[in-house]
């Protein structure tokens, strides 16, 4: 059995939030699949996703992010904000 490495609970969400690799790029789509105090698990079909970007759930609400992972399209992110 696979052990639980993460530090907080996650939740499921089916959220749309988009990524922005940096000032002045465009942001591009992506689903949330679950969210915890500490990161993300997303789904992003043909996008380069680089190692630091920002991720944005709201005009007025985004987190500063660290590719932790990627399979495909599934990626992971933690919060370094």
């Known amino acids: 059995m696979l052990a639980n490495r993460r530090r907080s609970e996650r939740r499921l969400c089916r ?39 920002t991720l944005i759930f709201a005009p007025d609400h985004s987190r500063q992010c660290r590719l932790a992972w990627r399979i495909g399209a599934e990626f992971g992110a933690e919060f370094v904000d």
């Open 15 to 53: 959220r749309i939030a988009k990524i922005q690799s940096g000032a002045g790029s465009l942001p591009r789509d992506c689903t949330i699949t679950d969210i915890s105090d500490g990161g993300v698990k997303a789904i992003a079909e043909y996008l380069e996703i680089p190692p630091h970007f």
